[in-house]
């Protein structure tokens, strides 16, 4: 069975700081990974994926994150944090193609102050 | 990227009466849907997938006549909680997929509240 790890349910940064948000999952077969972010009462937002194409994903606002098959991780980082980046993370894997039924994170809640 | 629309985004409804949930493709064929369930600081749980034209595939422990689920055109799934209790009460979202190997885009979510 696939499962997805996501270690501390609350990162705090200051604005301007490193974003670090860590993601493992296990999974018998090549997975699909993903990264999504929700603000209070709003659907998902696809922030990257990874498709085994490129193990260094680059998505939307700056995020990125490194497909690591030894570490089982897929962590998700931003350089310098925005206080527009507050908000609840997820990561999600699939180990079918894309378009398929995903396996949640519990998720993490980024807080950034300024 | 492609466009979901679930509506409402918001139902207050009476403990024991249904409650209907629409999710919509507005730009694109979804031949396949899938509904979620989040409580509140939790992650999402798969509740059913279902594909146009057939019968919804249910995960397991997920009450499938409880959750009625109807997915008749390649726009439009919908989602019918039947004789809601307290509960029920939570934040379903869906997503849809044109097929193998496309992205599944999500709609907004519906914030369900049974009193």
Same mark, same amino acid.
Request: hydrophobic residues 35%; contains cysteine.
């Given at each position: ?6 270690? %501390? @349910?609350h990162v705090?940064?200051?604005? =301007?700081a490193?974003v *670090?948000?860590?993601? $493992? ?15 209070p $009462?709003? =659907?998902?937002q696809? *922030?990257l994926?990874?498709? @085994?194409?490129?193990?260094?994903v680059? %998505?939307? $606002? =700056?995020?990125?994150?490194e497909?690591k ?14 206080m ?6 997820f ?7 894309? %378009?398929?039924?995903?396996?949640? %994170?519990?998720g ?7 | ?10 139902v +207050?409804?009476? !403990?024991?009466?249904s409650?209907k +949930? ?10 396949? &849907? #899938? ?5 509140p /600081?939790? !992650?999402? &749980?798969l &509740? ?6 057939? /019968?919804?595939?249910?995960e397991?422990?997920?009450? /499938?006549?409880? #959750?009625? +689920? ?10 019918t ?7 029920d009460?939570?934040?379903? +979202?869906?997503s ?8 599944? #885009?999500f709609g907004q979510?519906t914030r369900?509240t049974?009193v």
């Amino acid at each position: 069975a696939q499962s997805v790890t996501q270690l %501390g @349910s609350h990162v705090s940064v200051s604005e =301007g700081a490193l974003v *670090l948000l860590r993601c $493992n999952y296990s999974s018998s077969v090549p997975p699909y990974l993903f990264w999504y972010v929700q603000y209070p $009462n709003q =659907g998902l937002q696809l *922030l990257l994926k990874y498709t @085994s194409a490129a193990t260094l994903v680059k %998505g939307i $606002n =700056g995020f990125e994150a490194e497909f690591k098959k030894s570490e089982t991780s897929f962590h998700l980082t931003k350089p310098s944090a925005h206080m527009s980046d507050a908000a609840e993370y997820f990561c999600a894997v699939s180990v079918r193609q894309a %378009g398929t039924a995903l396996i949640f %994170g519990k998720g993490t809640t980024l807080s950034v102050s300024s | 990227g492609a466009v979901v629309s679930q509506h409402p985004s918001r139902v +207050i409804c009476k !403990s024991g009466t249904s409650v209907k +949930i629409e999710c919509r493709s507005l730009d694109f064929q979804a031949t396949t &849907m #899938f509904w979620y369930r989040q409580f509140p /600081k939790q !992650s999402l &749980m798969l &509740m059913a997938t279902s594909n146009e034209g057939s /019968k919804a595939t249910y995960e397991q422990g997920v009450e /499938k006549d409880k #959750f009625l +689920i109807n997915h008749a055109s390649l726009t439009l799934s919908t989602l019918t909680v039947t004789s809601a209790h307290p509960e029920d009460s939570s934040f379903y +979202i869906c997503s849809a997929s044109g097929g193998v190997n496309t992205e599944a #885009f999500f709609g907004q979510g519906t914030r369900l509240t049974v009193v």
